[in-house]
């Protein structure tokens, strides 16, 4: 019997990471979960941050883990949220705090920027979704506030870059990540070095744009050392959304994907950047994806208001509970703006639900049936909007949407979706992002012909669930 080849995906997201091991087998791609561990945000120096040793730390220990099993992988892959990054100084050491997106030091970076651009202009330079915490407003409030860093900088790296550069020493910018920056231009498919001049930004900081499938390096002998063997790292897309696109199981023209997790991002494929001003006033973005792809979508607070609420109710309530609970409110009329500020990091979703109706002259829910079922319903509008808009910007009807990704296990609020959208709607694979990370390093050892096929092997590898229109328990 043949050896089994393994390759391992490690997956980070804002609330955990894990380590999922990958392989091969009778024509299916198989997984398995053999590391998992917690990622939170901390406040340090008057800002939320992210604790990246402590995440450094948890890489190692994961990859340890397939020593102690002995699956030891042909390559490697880390793949986290976006935006976020660091800068390094000559030496390669840190310079400052790793400052989390959901941190308010960007608030009035935006004016900053379109002093020096317009906000129209940038756009048509990019075609990246305004949202205030984009690495472009980030960087300006650096230069605003601690403009020293800049200075001391060599190096830009976004966050599993820098991950990748601790295991191999080799410092590597990878595409699909970038340009969640809003400093990659979109018909060039580089940085913006006339953007990042006009913006007073050290360009040199920036280093040569790679993709999905590139290799990075071999362990450092230390990390070999430490982990009991030696393998390659190779580049997944780095940016999550990016893998988990990739492992959408679908190849039709005809299908939206919704990617549900902590974020909802809810769009299609395609090979050609809207950058137009209708396309910017609906705040739709053109992430790069898999081999020079557009992900056209729009990007959506999504699950993160209900583990939110889930922290902050008194009960621990499992997920059938949660959705008991909305079935319960279901009489509630009262919605949100699921993308207002308010909801991103408030000291109390609860608190930020309830002003929110208040402000607006709606009831104000009370129960947590009838808070939950808010939400809930909020965010199947608000999907329901976008579908509407991507067939306005587009001209095309779409019959289908795919929901991948953790948040495909909400059975409740795939329901609604299913009836507030009135199209057909199928949930999984679940674990999305890690078996996009997978088949990047797969179709790197030429396990697939490309992308079409390995799709088509996800889609035979993974439960993936027609969702009934109705709510019922």
Same mark, same amino acid.
């Given at each position: 019997? *043949?050896?089994?080849?393994?390759?391992?995906?490690?997956?980070?997201?804002?609330?955990?990471?894990?380590?999922?091991?990958?392989?091969?087998?009778?024509?299916?791609?198989?997984?398995?979960?053999?590391?998992?561990?917690? /990622?939170?945000?901390?406040?340090? /120096?008057?800002?939320?941050?992210?604790?990246?040793?402590?995440?450094? /730390?948890?890489?190692?220990?994961?990859?340890?883990?397939?020593?102690?099993?002995?699956?030891?992988?042909?390559? !490697?892959?880390?793949?986290?949220?976006?935006?976020?990054?660091?800068?390094?100084?000559?030496?390669?050491? !840190?310079?400052?705090?790793?400052?989390?997106?959901?941190?308010?030091?960007?608030?009035?970076?935006?004016?900053?920027?379109?002093?020096?651009?317009?906000?129209?202009?940038?756009?048509?330079?990019? %075609?990246?979704?305004?949202?205030?915490?984009?690495?472009?407003?980030?960087?300006?409030?650096?230069?605003?506030?601690?403009?020293?860093?800049?200075?001391?900088?060599?190096?830009?790296?976004?966050?599993?870059?820098?991950?990748?550069?601790?295991?191999?020493?080799?410092?590597?910018?990878?595409?699909?990540?970038?340009?969640?920056?809003?400093?990659?231009?979109?018909?060039?498919?580089?940085?913006?070095?006339?953007?990042?001049?006009?913006?007073?930004?050290?360009? +040199?900081?920036?280093?040569?744009?790679?993709?999905?499938?590139?290799?990075?390096?071999?362990?450092?002998?230390?990390? *070999?050392?430490? @982990? %009991?063997?030696?393998?390659?790292?190779?580049?997944?897309?780095?940016?999550?959304?990016? *893998? @988990?696109?990739?492992?959408?199981?679908?190849?039709?023209?005809?299908?939206?994907?919704?990617?549900?997790?902590?974020?909802?991002?809810?769009?299609?494929?395609?090979?050609?950047?809207?950058?137009?001003?209708?396309?910017?006033?609906?705040?739709?973005?053109?992430?790069?994806?898999?081999?020079?792809?557009?992900?056209?979508?729009?990007?959506?607070?999504?699950?993160?208001?209900?583990?939110?609420?889930?922290?902050?109710?008194?009960? +621990?309530?499992?997920?059938?509970?949660?959705?008991?609970?909305?079935?319960?409110?279901?009489?509630?009329?009262?919605?949100?703006?699921? /993308?207002?500020?308010?909801?991103?990091?408030?000291?109390?979703?609860?608190?930020?639900?309830?002003?929110?109706?208040?402000?607006?002259?709606?009831?104000?829910?009370?129960?947590?049936?009838?808070?939950?079922?808010?939400?809930?319903?909020?965010?199947?509008?608000?999907?329901?909007?976008?579908?509407?808009?991507?067939?306005?910007?587009?001209?095309?009807?779409?019959?289908?949407?795919?929901?991948? %990704?953790?948040?495909?296990?909400?059975?409740?609020?795939?329901?609604?979706?299913?009836?507030?959208?009135? +199209?057909?709607?199928?949930? %999984?694979?679940?674990?999305?992002? *890690?078996?996009?990370?997978?088949?990047?390093?797969? !179709?790197?050892?030429?396990?697939? @012909?490309?992308?079409?096929?390995?799709?088509?092997?996800?889609?035979?590898?993974?439960?993936?669930?027609?969702?009934?229109?109705?709510?019922?328990?």
């Amino acid at each position: 019997m *043949a050896q089994r080849k393994y390759y391992l995906a490690i997956d980070i997201g804002a609330s955990s990471g894990r380590h999922i091991l990958g392989w091969l087998e009778n024509g299916k791609i198989r997984i398995e979960e053999i590391y998992r561990f917690e /990622n939170k945000l901390v406040r340090k /120096n008057g800002h939320l941050c992210w604790d990246i040793e402590h995440l450094f /730390n948890e890489v190692k220990a994961g990859i340890k883990e397939c020593g102690k099993l002995n699956r030891i992988p042909a390559s !490697l892959s880390i793949d986290t949220w976006g935006v976020d990054f660091v800068l390094l100084d000559k030496e390669g050491k !840190l310079l400052g705090d790793t400052v989390a997106y959901r941190d308010s030091r960007t608030r009035g970076m935006d004016e900053e920027v379109y002093r020096v651009i317009g906000e129209s202009e940038l756009y048509s330079r990019n %075609g990246i979704q305004k949202q205030l915490f984009n690495s472009i407003y980030q960087l300006m409030a650096i230069k605003k506030t601690q403009p020293e860093l800049l200075a001391q900088a060599e190096h830009f790296l976004m966050i599993p870059e820098y991950l990748h550069y601790l295991l191999t020493g080799q410092m590597v910018n990878e595409y699909t990540n970038a340009t969640t920056t809003q400093l990659v231009n979109a018909e060039t498919q580089d940085w913006d070095y006339e953007l990042l001049e006009k913006l007073g930004l050290p360009t +040199k900081i920036f280093g040569k744009l790679h993709m999905p499938k590139d290799v990075v390096g071999s362990l450092t002998a230390e990390i *070999a050392n430490e @982990a %009991g063997f030696q393998t390659e790292v190779v580049l997944p897309a780095t940016h999550d959304t990016g *893998a @988990a696109v990739m492992a959408v199981p679908t190849s039709a023209e005809d299908a939206i994907f919704l990617s549900s997790g902590t974020w909802s991002l809810m769009g299609i494929e395609r090979l050609i950047p809207d950058c137009t001003e209708k396309s910017r006033e609906h705040n739709f973005t053109n992430e790069g994806g898999y081999h020079y792809r557009y992900r056209y979508l729009k990007n959506i607070m999504g699950m993160w208001m209900m583990q939110s609420l889930r922290r902050e109710f008194k009960h +621990k309530y499992t997920f059938e509970e949660l959705y008991q609970l909305a079935y319960i409110g279901r009489y509630f009329t009262s919605v949100v703006n699921v /993308n207002d500020d308010r909801f991103l990091a408030p000291e109390s979703m609860i608190g930020a639900i309830k002003d929110y109706c208040r402000e607006h002259g709606q009831e104000v829910p009370e129960t947590e049936g009838e808070i939950l079922y808010c939400v809930y319903m909020s965010l199947a509008r608000c999907y329901a909007q976008t579908v509407a808009e991507i067939e306005e910007l587009t001209g095309k009807t779409y019959s289908r949407i795919h929901v991948v %990704g953790g948040g495909c296990q909400d059975k409740f609020l795939n329901a609604l979706l299913a009836t507030e959208t009135g +199209k057909e709607v199928y949930a %999984g694979p679940i674990e999305a992002t *890690a078996v996009g990370n997978l088949m990047a390093q797969m !179709l790197k050892d030429n396990c697939f @012909a490309d992308l079409h096929e390995a799709r088509q092997v996800v889609a035979k590898s993974f439960a993936v669930s027609p969702v009934e229109g109705k709510l019922s328990f």
